[in-house]
């Protein structure tokens, strides 16, 4: 716990600080810097002096968000504090915690105060502990209303409005003397309920019913129902109306009475809570296995992810969904996307917000907008199936959009689609890692109950995010199982310096332990092959395009039709191409039926060609046309014979390319010129995209040199009244070049030291300064101004020249 929190006047007496600007000022730098560590959006921006530290540290939403970030023996403390008198001392301050009852409670005293004094929640003097007043609004609201101690006001402030003439009679009933106003009338009856003998001969004087209806009370909340009738504990006719008679209720409204804190803390046997939890609960192993099982089980896992990510964004290569005009994905598209990848419709979301958090899909931005992968998912094809998985890790582990939200309502009670708005939540990259976390710290190969781990996080987390946060520790597990980081329930251990930020070591763990690729298929007589493993990216995307999947599993069984054939040929491949790319990765000779079957279509592919007019038909074969025209099955194209070898039709292209595939032909598409297009799989990409930024939890971590910079501002803002600090100038200082400039203003980042530097500021006046570089990035340079005393921000472009100090200006 920091020390300094008294001061020391001339005559050698020690005095105590009267207001928390006056503790603040009784710290050294280090607690100084502890205190905006703990709570960095004191830092933004950067406090005059100590006085307006103190009164930004004060306020609701600081403190609030303070408060946020205690675990919950802490609060617990704070709790107490918040019904406590003000100044409480230690003493009082263990009784109301039950700390002679307990012993953990007493061990873990000390730390939870100096944590709330540390965070400048807590000031005073070590035997007089006051919390700050904020902080006790917040968590023992005035207005009648109840705290989460569950302890109503206190007695001065529920008897308020009572008359002379009742108080009295409450006096006289409870045994009391009686008083000559309001104010000790309160007084005496307050400290009847401190004085623990009196108080339970009053109770013993209690008629039958009177301690139940005080035991419904007493834990909370303290108000209860009541008819307006006031009477004498002679003249009581039920247990409501003695109590409140002898004081120990008072009116609380009209048809209400509550249960005053005095009475209650009696009642608790002077206990503030019902239960302390003074220990985090435990995370015990709910199962384990061999370790190398665990690793093995999440890189088989890890695989899966990578293929599945690949799968589903090789599918909107060439058939790429509408994004809804509110931004999202449909749900019939979600569906259809589900289906193709037999999978789940949430475990489809899953792997699609994933793959738009790791900026492999986004929207093209065309007119009519369309889910597209990026230019960063063909490079991120090409790296190792390791690497590939890391990225995906990474960001699910940084990302605040939570793709079990989908499907769910927001507050205007419109469904949350895939992909869309509102599935940010800020607190679940913070409980990612304290559920990782968590793993970690059990042996290797052990698996810890949910419930567990639900009990621990809200533990550490008390009062943020209720039952979200609970869901999110569910949803945390499983979807660490589906990516790959645990395995059976156990963290991976090539998953544990993730945590860290060490990827060489991830990647140096997962990769012995993910598939070789193959490059080989059986071809079979059925017009089948077989992948008994992974395969690599190139033969997978390509037999992808060529044969359709049959079944999943350890091996994977790919089907040749005439419609998969015909779908290479138009992506552009040939006959002999696809004769050469099926000897070269067929394990065994290409079986006839499938050589016959590719000559076959190709044979018959593009002998029709469709373009657009409204659509026309062309073809070489005048018989063929005259066979069309024949069909019944093509009437609905409205065909009509324009030159011996060209037909017009009444519909789009697309139309008139599916009915005559379904009718067992083979056209293909071609351009304005009288080319045949060509539909690859990669043709649709979407511009150079960034992915979605994660949204902040609160202000941004404090940098240790902005932590010094700050400090020695502050210090600087406090001695602004009675010091002149002045930097004597060497002259004018020449002009720099723009890289000299950087290259010396990132020097005295790394080193620590000041510079001169040549200024012109917005107005166009020209100054010089010394400057302590902090931060240099985005065209500014952050900075502690030694003239001005203060953090300030520079533009680069506005630096005229820089120059190091002398040794004796330094």
Same mark, same amino acid.
């Not at 909107?316 to 990848?341: F, H, I, K, N």
């Given at each position: 716990?920091?020390?300094?929190?008294?001061?020391?006047?001339?005559?050698?007496? #020690?005095?105590?600080?009267?207001?928390?600007?006056?503790?603040?000022?009784?710290?050294?730098?280090?607690?100084?810097?502890?205190?905006?560590?703990?709570?960095? =959006?004191?830092?933004?921006?950067?406090?005059?002096?100590?006085?307006?530290?103190?009164?930004?540290?004060?306020?609701?939403?600081?403190?609030?968000?303070?408060?946020?970030?205690?675990?919950?023996?802490?609060?617990?403390?704070?709790?107490?504090?918040?019904?406590?008198?003000?100044?409480?001392?230690?003493?009082?301050?263990?009784?109301?915690?039950?700390?002679?009852?307990?012993?953990?409670?007493?061990?873990?005293?000390?730390?939870?105060?100096?944590?709330?004094?540390?965070?400048?929640?807590?000031?005073?003097?070590?035997?007089?502990?006051?919390?700050?007043?904020?902080? #006790?609004?917040?968590?023992?609201?005035?207005?009648?209303?109840?705290?989460?101690?569950?302890?109503?006001?206190?007695?001065?402030?529920?008897?308020?409005?009572?008359?002379?003439?009742?108080?009295?009679?409450?006096?006289? =009933?409870?045994?009391?003397?009686?008083?000559?106003?309001?104010?000790?009338?309160?007084?005496?009856?307050?400290?009847?309920?401190?004085?623990?003998?009196?108080?339970?001969?009053?109770?013993?004087?209690?008629?039958?019913?009177?301690?139940?209806?005080?035991?419904?009370?007493?834990?909370?909340?303290?108000?209860?129902?009541?008819?307006?009738?006031?009477?004498?504990?002679?003249?009581?006719?039920?247990?409501?109306?003695?109590?409140?008679?002898?004081?120990?209720?008072?009116?609380?409204?009209?048809?209400?009475?509550?249960?005053?804190?005095?009475?209650?803390?009696?009642?608790?046997? @002077?206990?503030?809570?019902?239960?302390?939890?003074?220990?985090?609960?435990?995370?015990?192993?709910?199962?384990?296995?061999?370790?190398?099982?665990?690793?093995?089980?999440?890189?088989?896992?890890?695989?899966?992810?990578?293929?599945?990510?690949?799968?589903?964004?090789?599918?909107?290569?060439?058939?790429?969904?509408?994004?809804?005009?509110?931004?999202?994905?449909?749900?019939?598209?979600?569906?259809?996307?589900a289906q193709a990848l037999d999978l789940s419709e949430p475990g489809t979301a899953f792997w699609l917000e994933l793959a738009y958090g790791a900026g492999l899909v986004a929207p093209d931005g065309e007119v009519e907008e369309r889910w597209a992968p990026t230019p960063a998912y063909d490079?991120?094809?090409?790296?190792?199936?390791?690497?590939?998985?890391?990225?995906?890790?990474?960001?699910?582990?940084?990302?605040?959009?939570?793709?079990?939200?989908?499907?769910?309502?927001?507050? %205007?009670?419109?469904?949350?689609?895939?992909?869309?708005?509102?599935?940010? +939540?800020?607190?679940?990259?913070?409980? #990612?890692?304290?559920?990782?976390?968590?793993?970690?710290?059990?042996? @290797?190969?052990?698996?810890? =109950?949910?419930?567990?781990l639900t009990a621990r996080i809200t533990w550490e987390h008390p009062l943020r995010g209720g039952e979200l946060r609970d869901q999110l520790v569910a949803w945390t597990v499983a979807e660490a199982e589906d990516l790959g980081l645990t395995g059976r329930g156990a963290l991976a251990r090539?998953?544990?310096?993730?945590?860290? @930020?060490?990827?060489?070591?991830?990647?140096?763990?997962?990769?012995?332990?993910?598939?070789?690729?193959?490059?080989?298929?059986?071809?079979?007589?059925?017009?089948?092959?077989?992948?008994?493993?992974?395969?690599?990216?190139?033969?997978?995307?390509?037999?992808?395009?060529?044969?359709?999947?049959?079944? %999943?599993?350890?091996?994977?069984?790919?089907?040749?039709?005439?419609?998969?054939?015909?779908?290479?040929?138009?992506?552009?491949?040939?006959?002999?191409?696809?004769?050469?790319?099926?000897?070269?990765?067929?394990?065994?000779?290409?079986?006839?039926?499938?050589?016959?079957?590719?000559?076959?279509?190709?044979?018959?592919?593009?002998?029709?060609?469709?373009?657009?007019?409204?659509?026309?038909?062309?073809?070489?074969?005048?018989?063929?046309?005259?066979?069309?025209?024949? =069909?019944?099955?093509?009437?609905?194209?409205?065909?009509r014979r324009l030159a011996p070898t060209v037909l017009a039709a009444q519909a789009d292209p697309a139309t008139v390319l599916g009915q005559l595939r379904t009718m067992g032909y083979a056209p293909a598409a071609e351009t304005a010129e009288g080319d045949v297009m060509i539909t690859r799989?990669?043709? +649709?990409?979407?511009?150079?995209?960034?992915?979605?930024?994660?949204?902040?939890?609160?202000?941004?971590?404090?940098?240790?040199?902005?932590?010094?910079?700050?400090?020695?501002?502050?210090?600087?803002?406090? #001695?602004?009244?009675?010091?002149?600090?002045?930097?004597?100038?060497?002259?004018?200082?020449?002009?720099?070049?723009?890289?000299?400039?950087?290259?010396?203003?990132?020097?005295?980042?790394?080193?620590?030291?000041?510079?001169?530097?040549?200024?012109?500021?917005?107005?166009?006046?020209?100054?010089?300064?010394?400057?302590?570089?902090?931060?240099?990035?985005? @065209?500014?340079?952050?900075?502690?101004?030694?003239?001005?005393?203060?953090?300030?921000?520079?533009?680069?472009?506005?630096?005229?020249?820089?120059?190091?100090?002398?040794?004796?200006?330094?």
């Amino acid at each position: 716990m920091s020390t300094g929190r008294t001061e020391e006047s001339h005559d050698g007496v #020690r005095t105590l600080p009267r207001t928390l600007a006056e503790d603040l000022r009784g710290r050294d730098d280090a607690a100084l810097a502890a205190l905006l560590r703990a709570r960095p =959006d004191l830092v933004h921006p950067v406090p005059a002096d100590l006085s307006q530290l103190a009164t930004r540290s004060a306020t609701r939403a600081s403190v609030i968000r303070a408060l946020e970030r205690l675990d919950r023996f802490t609060l617990q403390v704070a709790e107490a504090l918040a019904v406590a008198a003000d100044p409480c001392t230690p003493p009082q301050l263990r009784a109301l915690l039950g700390a002679d009852q307990d012993p953990e409670v007493e061990a873990a005293f000390e730390p939870a105060v100096a944590a709330l004094r540390d965070a400048a929640l807590v000031w005073g003097g070590p035997e007089r502990l006051r919390l700050v007043r904020t902080a #006790r609004d917040v968590l023992a609201p005035a207005g009648g209303q109840s705290g989460p101690t569950g302890l109503g006001p206190l007695y001065a402030e529920a008897g308020a409005g009572l008359s002379p003439a009742r108080l009295q009679g409450m006096l006289a =009933d409870a045994g009391l003397p009686s008083t000559h106003d309001q104010v000790s009338a309160l007084a005496a009856l307050s400290s009847l309920f401190a004085d623990r003998k009196r108080a339970d001969a009053l109770l013993a004087r209690a008629p039958e019913g009177a301690r139940g209806v005080l035991s419904k009370l007493t834990w909370g909340p303290p108000f209860g129902a009541s008819p307006p009738r006031v009477v004498r504990a002679a003249d009581a006719r039920t247990p409501v109306e003695w109590l409140q008679a002898c004081g120990l209720l008072l009116p609380a409204g009209r048809d209400a009475v509550v249960l005053p804190r005095e009475v209650a803390l009696h009642l608790r046997g @002077g206990l503030a809570h019902r239960q302390v939890e003074p220990v985090a609960p435990p995370v015990t192993s709910a199962r384990s296995v061999e370790p190398d099982q665990a690793d093995h089980a999440a890189a088989a896992q890890a695989f899966t992810a990578v293929r599945t990510v690949e799968e589903a964004l090789s599918l909107w290569s060439t058939e790429s969904p509408s994004v809804l005009r509110a931004g999202g994905l449909g749900v019939r598209d979600l569906r259809r996307t589900a289906q193709a990848l037999d999978l789940s419709e949430p475990g489809t979301a899953f792997w699609l917000e994933l793959a738009y958090g790791a900026g492999l899909v986004a929207p093209d931005g065309e007119v009519e907008e369309r889910w597209a992968p990026t230019p960063a998912y063909d490079e991120w094809l090409r790296r190792p199936v390791a690497e590939r998985w890391l990225l995906l890790a990474r960001a699910w582990l940084a990302a605040t959009r939570v793709a079990a939200l989908v499907g769910t309502k927001d507050a %205007k009670d419109k469904v949350l689609p895939p992909l869309g708005s509102g599935l940010d +939540r800020a607190l679940a990259p913070v409980l #990612r890692r304290d559920v990782l976390g968590l793993l970690a710290s059990l042996p @290797g190969g052990s698996s810890a =109950d949910v419930r567990a781990l639900t009990a621990r996080i809200t533990w550490e987390h008390p009062l943020r995010g209720g039952e979200l946060r609970d869901q999110l520790v569910a949803w945390t597990v499983a979807e660490a199982e589906d990516l790959g980081l645990t395995g059976r329930g156990a963290l991976a251990r090539f998953a544990l310096p993730l945590l860290d @930020g060490d990827e060489a070591s991830v990647l140096g763990r997962l990769a012995p332990l993910l598939p070789e690729p193959l490059d080989q298929v059986i071809l079979q007589p059925d017009l089948t092959a077989i992948a008994p493993g992974p395969l690599r990216t190139p033969l997978a995307q390509t037999l992808a395009v060529a044969a359709d999947v049959e079944s %999943k599993g350890g091996a994977t069984v790919y089907r040749f039709t005439p419609d998969s054939v015909r779908r290479a040929l138009d992506a552009g491949r040939s006959a002999a191409e696809l004769h050469t790319f099926l000897a070269e990765h067929s394990s065994t000779p290409v079986p006839q039926p499938l050589t016959y079957l590719v000559d076959d279509v190709a044979r018959r592919h593009g002998r029709l060609r469709v373009g657009a007019a409204s659509a026309y038909l062309r073809c070489d074969d005048d018989a063929l046309l005259d066979e069309l025209l024949a =069909d019944r099955r093509a009437a609905q194209l409205r065909l009509r014979r324009l030159a011996p070898t060209v037909l017009a039709a009444q519909a789009d292209p697309a139309t008139v390319l599916g009915q005559l595939r379904t009718m067992g032909y083979a056209p293909a598409a071609e351009t304005a010129e009288g080319d045949v297009m060509i539909t690859r799989p990669d043709a +649709r990409r979407t511009p150079p995209r960034t992915p979605p930024a994660p949204v902040p939890d609160g202000p941004p971590p404090v940098t240790q040199g902005l932590l010094t910079a700050a400090v020695k501002a502050i210090r600087a803002g406090d #001695r602004a009244a009675t010091v002149s600090h002045r930097v004597p100038t060497p002259g004018p200082l020449p002009r720099t070049p723009a890289a000299e400039t950087l290259a010396t203003l990132q020097t005295a980042v790394l080193t620590g030291d000041a510079v001169w530097i040549g200024y012109v500021n917005a107005d166009g006046a020209a100054s010089q300064r010394v400057i302590e570089p902090v931060r240099v990035e985005g @065209g500014f340079v952050t900075a502690f101004d030694q003239v001005h005393e203060e953090v300030r921000t520079f533009s680069l472009h506005r630096i005229t020249g820089v120059a190091e100090l002398a040794d004796d200006e330094a």
